[in-house]
C-alpha cells in the first residue's frame, strides 16, 4: 500500500506495517528538467549502467530505470512504478 505524505515523499509498506520502500515524487518541468519534491533524497546514477545495477540487486523492473536532467548533467533514477511519479530514494537508515 502507497502511503503519501504532504512534502512529496512516500512509502510503501506492507500488510504489517512495514516499511518496503521509500519514495519522493517527481515533476517535470516546462523545460524537461527533472525535480524531486525533496533535494537529495532520490537515488540518482551517474550512468544506467549503474542504474540498472541497482535496480537489479532491488528486484526492480529494467523498464522503470528512467533518465533525468538537470541544469548541468543527465543522471539516471529509478522510478518506483509507472503508475505513480515517485523515485526510489532514501531518507532514513
Known sequence: MLKEFDNG???V??????VLWQLVAIKKTRSGKTD???RG????YP????????ARLMGV???NVTEGHNIV?????????PR???AHACWEV
Open 61 to 63: 523492473n529494467l523498464a
Open 41 to 44: 533524497l532520490a537515488d540518482t
Open 13 to 18: 509498506v506492507d500488510g504489517a506495517g512495514n
Open 73 to 81: 548533467s543527465i543522471f539516471w533514477y529509478i522510478k518506483y512504478d
Open 84 to 86: 505513480y511519479e515517485y
Open 47 to 54: 550512468t544506467k549502467k549503474q542504474a540498472a545495477h541497482a
Open 9 to 11: 515523499q512516500a512509502v
Open 36 to 38: 524531486f519534491a525533496v
